[in-house]
T-cell receptor, first 111, second 114 residues
Framework: QKEVEQDPGPLSVPEGAIVSLNCTYS??????FMWYRQYSRKGPELLMY????GNKEDGRFTAQVDKSSKYISLFIRDSQPSDSATYLC???????????FGKGTRLSVIA | SAVISQKPSRDICQRGTSLTIQCQVD?????MFWYRQQPGQSLTLIAT?????????ESGFVIDKFPISRPNLTFSTLTVSNMSPEDSSIYLC???????????FGNGTRLTVT
Protein backbone atom coordinates (compact mmCIF):
# COMPACT_ATOMS: atom_id res chain seq x y z
CA GLN A 1 0.00 0.00 0.00
CA LYS A 2 1.39 3.37 -1.00
CA GLU A 3 1.75 5.99 1.70
CA VAL A 4 -0.61 8.45 -0.02
CA GLU A 5 -3.42 7.43 -2.36
CA GLN A 6 -5.16 9.92 -4.62
CA ASP A 7 -7.65 9.18 -7.37
CA PRO A 8 -6.01 10.42 -10.60
CA GLY A 9 -9.32 11.23 -12.28
CA PRO A 10 -9.84 12.83 -14.66
CA LEU A 11 -12.76 14.55 -13.00
CA SER A 12 -15.03 16.65 -15.19
CA VAL A 13 -17.67 18.96 -13.70
CA PRO A 14 -19.90 21.78 -14.96
CA GLU A 15 -19.12 25.36 -14.03
CA GLY A 16 -20.60 26.28 -10.65
CA ALA A 17 -20.46 22.74 -9.25
CA ILE A 18 -18.99 21.85 -5.87
CA VAL A 19 -15.87 19.76 -6.32
CA SER A 20 -14.58 17.29 -3.76
CA LEU A 21 -11.00 16.04 -4.04
CA ASN A 22 -9.65 13.45 -1.63
CA CYS A 23 -6.55 11.67 -0.43
CA THR A 24 -6.10 8.78 1.95
CA TYR A 25 -2.91 7.89 3.72
CA SER A 26 -1.49 5.10 5.80
CA UNK A 27 1.11 6.86 7.98
CA UNK A 28 -0.55 7.97 11.23
CA UNK A 29 2.47 10.16 11.99
CA UNK A 30 1.56 12.66 9.25
CA UNK A 31 0.54 15.95 10.82
CA UNK A 32 1.14 18.62 8.16
CA PHE A 33 -1.19 18.58 5.17
CA MET A 34 -1.11 20.60 1.98
CA TRP A 35 -2.96 20.98 -1.29
CA TYR A 36 -1.23 22.20 -4.41
CA ARG A 37 -2.68 23.23 -7.76
CA GLN A 38 -0.64 22.62 -10.89
CA TYR A 39 -1.52 24.10 -14.24
CA SER A 40 -0.15 22.54 -17.39
CA ARG A 41 3.56 23.31 -17.89
CA LYS A 42 3.77 25.08 -14.53
CA GLY A 43 5.11 24.16 -11.13
CA PRO A 44 2.82 23.22 -8.22
CA GLU A 45 1.29 26.24 -6.47
CA LEU A 46 0.41 26.04 -2.78
CA LEU A 47 -3.35 26.36 -2.17
CA MET A 48 -3.96 25.26 1.40
CA TYR A 49 -1.80 24.33 4.39
CA UNK A 50 -3.19 22.77 7.57
CA UNK A 51 -1.72 21.30 10.70
CA UNK A 52 -3.35 18.29 12.39
CA UNK A 53 -7.11 17.75 12.14
CA GLY A 54 -9.86 20.21 11.35
CA ASN A 55 -11.08 22.53 8.65
CA LYS A 56 -9.56 25.55 6.98
CA GLU A 57 -11.36 27.86 4.59
CA ASP A 58 -9.92 30.32 2.10
CA GLY A 59 -12.39 31.90 -0.30
CA ARG A 60 -13.97 29.17 -2.41
CA PHE A 61 -11.59 26.53 -1.05
CA THR A 62 -12.03 24.44 2.09
CA ALA A 63 -9.52 21.89 3.32
CA GLN A 64 -10.56 19.18 5.76
CA VAL A 65 -8.35 16.77 7.66
CA ASP A 66 -9.71 13.71 9.46
CA LYS A 67 -6.73 12.06 11.14
CA SER A 68 -8.85 9.34 12.72
CA SER A 69 -9.84 8.15 9.24
CA LYS A 70 -6.50 9.12 7.62
CA TYR A 71 -8.42 11.11 5.05
CA ILE A 72 -8.07 14.63 3.73
CA SER A 73 -10.32 16.58 1.38
CA LEU A 74 -10.31 19.75 -0.65
CA PHE A 75 -13.65 21.30 -1.54
CA ILE A 76 -14.02 23.89 -4.28
CA ARG A 77 -17.28 25.85 -4.27
CA ASP A 78 -18.70 27.57 -7.34
CA SER A 79 -16.06 25.98 -9.53
CA GLN A 80 -14.77 28.01 -12.47
CA PRO A 81 -13.08 27.00 -15.74
CA SER A 82 -9.93 28.61 -14.34
CA ASP A 83 -9.93 25.90 -11.64
CA SER A 84 -9.12 23.33 -14.33
CA ALA A 85 -5.77 21.92 -13.25
CA THR A 86 -4.18 18.99 -11.48
CA TYR A 87 -4.57 19.03 -7.70
CA LEU A 88 -1.89 17.39 -5.57
CA CYS A 89 -2.15 16.51 -1.92
CA UNK A 90 1.01 16.42 0.17
CA UNK A 91 1.77 15.61 3.77
CA UNK A 92 4.63 15.20 6.20
CA UNK A 93 5.42 14.02 9.69
CA UNK A 94 7.36 17.17 10.45
CA UNK A 95 10.88 17.31 11.83
CA UNK A 96 13.43 16.34 9.18
CA UNK A 97 11.08 14.21 7.10
CA UNK A 98 10.24 15.32 3.57
CA UNK A 99 6.83 15.87 2.01
CA UNK A 100 5.07 12.87 0.51
CA PHE A 101 2.85 13.67 -2.48
CA GLY A 102 -0.17 12.01 -4.00
CA LYS A 103 -0.18 11.44 -7.75
CA GLY A 104 -2.62 14.27 -8.34
CA THR A 105 -6.21 14.50 -9.59
CA ARG A 106 -6.83 16.12 -12.95
CA LEU A 107 -9.89 18.40 -12.81
CA SER A 108 -11.73 19.94 -15.75
CA VAL A 109 -14.45 22.54 -15.15
CA ILE A 110 -16.63 22.89 -18.22
CA ALA A 111 -18.22 26.27 -18.99
CA SER B 1 6.40 33.91 -1.32
CA ALA B 2 9.78 33.60 -3.00
CA VAL B 3 10.06 33.86 -6.78
CA ILE B 4 11.85 30.83 -8.15
CA SER B 5 13.42 30.83 -11.62
CA GLN B 6 14.55 27.65 -13.28
CA LYS B 7 16.67 27.33 -16.41
CA PRO B 8 16.32 25.82 -18.91
CA SER B 9 12.54 25.46 -19.01
CA ARG B 10 12.89 22.53 -21.38
CA ASP B 11 15.55 20.63 -23.29
CA ILE B 12 15.97 17.67 -25.57
CA CYS B 13 19.23 15.82 -24.97
CA GLN B 14 21.01 12.85 -26.42
CA ARG B 15 21.65 9.67 -24.52
CA GLY B 16 24.96 9.70 -22.66
CA THR B 17 25.20 13.47 -22.27
CA SER B 18 24.68 15.58 -19.14
CA LEU B 19 22.43 18.56 -18.43
CA THR B 20 22.77 21.11 -15.65
CA ILE B 21 19.61 22.77 -14.39
CA GLN B 22 19.82 26.06 -12.53
CA CYS B 23 17.53 27.33 -9.79
CA GLN B 24 17.66 30.97 -8.71
CA VAL B 25 15.56 32.39 -5.87
CA ASP B 26 14.91 36.10 -5.39
CA UNK B 27 15.49 35.92 -1.62
CA UNK B 28 17.58 33.87 0.77
CA UNK B 29 15.95 30.57 1.70
CA UNK B 30 16.87 27.96 4.26
CA UNK B 31 15.82 24.81 2.44
CA MET B 32 16.18 23.97 -1.24
CA PHE B 33 15.06 20.69 -2.71
CA TRP B 34 15.09 18.97 -6.08
CA TYR B 35 12.10 16.87 -7.15
CA ARG B 36 11.35 14.72 -10.15
CA GLN B 37 7.85 14.47 -11.63
CA GLN B 38 7.28 11.63 -14.05
CA PRO B 39 4.02 11.27 -16.00
CA GLY B 40 1.32 9.69 -13.88
CA GLN B 41 3.59 9.56 -10.84
CA SER B 42 3.91 11.45 -7.57
CA LEU B 43 6.52 14.11 -7.12
CA THR B 44 9.59 12.30 -5.90
CA LEU B 45 12.25 13.98 -3.81
CA ILE B 46 15.72 13.54 -5.29
CA ALA B 47 17.76 15.39 -2.68
CA THR B 48 18.04 18.28 -0.28
CA UNK B 49 20.56 20.87 -1.47
CA UNK B 50 22.65 21.94 1.51
CA UNK B 51 24.43 25.26 1.42
CA UNK B 52 28.17 24.79 1.63
CA UNK B 53 28.09 21.02 2.02
CA UNK B 54 27.17 17.86 0.15
CA UNK B 55 23.54 17.31 -0.75
CA UNK B 56 21.44 14.75 1.11
CA UNK B 57 20.08 12.17 -1.31
CA GLU B 58 16.93 10.09 -0.98
CA SER B 59 16.88 6.35 -1.45
CA GLY B 60 17.36 5.46 -5.09
CA PHE B 61 19.26 8.61 -6.03
CA VAL B 62 23.04 8.92 -5.98
CA ILE B 63 25.50 11.77 -6.25
CA ASP B 64 27.28 10.39 -9.30
CA LYS B 65 24.05 10.47 -11.30
CA PHE B 66 22.57 13.67 -9.85
CA PRO B 67 25.35 15.94 -8.57
CA ILE B 68 23.99 19.02 -6.83
CA SER B 69 25.63 22.27 -5.89
CA ARG B 70 24.43 25.01 -3.58
CA PRO B 71 27.05 27.71 -3.27
CA ASN B 72 24.80 30.20 -1.42
CA LEU B 73 21.29 30.69 0.00
CA THR B 74 19.71 31.75 -3.31
CA PHE B 75 21.14 29.41 -5.95
CA SER B 76 21.42 25.70 -6.68
CA THR B 77 22.15 23.45 -9.63
CA LEU B 78 21.15 19.89 -10.40
CA THR B 79 23.06 17.93 -13.03
CA VAL B 80 21.54 14.88 -14.68
CA SER B 81 24.56 12.84 -15.76
CA ASN B 82 25.04 10.19 -18.42
CA MET B 83 21.39 10.50 -19.40
CA SER B 84 19.18 7.70 -20.66
CA PRO B 85 15.59 7.86 -21.93
CA GLU B 86 14.44 6.81 -18.43
CA ASP B 87 15.64 10.20 -17.18
CA SER B 88 13.00 11.95 -19.30
CA SER B 89 10.93 13.80 -16.73
CA ILE B 90 10.14 17.17 -15.23
CA TYR B 91 12.71 18.32 -12.68
CA LEU B 92 11.49 20.84 -10.11
CA CYS B 93 13.34 23.08 -7.70
CA UNK B 94 11.50 23.92 -4.49
CA UNK B 95 12.24 26.05 -1.45
CA UNK B 96 11.00 26.29 2.12
CA UNK B 97 11.90 27.67 5.52
CA UNK B 98 12.12 24.21 7.10
CA UNK B 99 10.80 20.67 6.68
CA UNK B 100 7.52 21.59 8.36
CA UNK B 101 6.74 24.55 6.17
CA UNK B 102 4.96 24.31 2.84
CA UNK B 103 7.22 24.27 -0.17
CA UNK B 104 7.15 26.66 -3.11
CA PHE B 105 8.09 25.41 -6.53
CA GLY B 106 9.67 26.71 -9.68
CA ASN B 107 8.03 25.98 -13.04
CA GLY B 108 10.30 23.04 -13.67
CA THR B 109 12.58 21.82 -16.43
CA ARG B 110 11.00 19.47 -18.93
CA LEU B 111 13.72 17.06 -20.04
CA THR B 112 13.44 14.65 -22.95
CA VAL B 113 16.28 12.21 -23.58
CA THR B 114 16.47 10.61 -27.02
Amino acid sequence: QKEVEQDPGPLSVPEGAIVSLNCTYSNSAFQYFMWYRQYSRKGPELLMYTYSSGNKEDGRFTAQVDKSSKYISLFIRDSQPSDSATYLCAMSEGGNTPLVFGKGTRLSVIA
Amino acid sequence: SAVISQKPSRDICQRGTSLTIQCQVDSQVTMMFWYRQQPGQSLTLIATANQGSEATYESGFVIDKFPISRPNLTFSTLTVSNMSPEDSSIYLCSVGTDYNSPLHFGNGTRLTVT
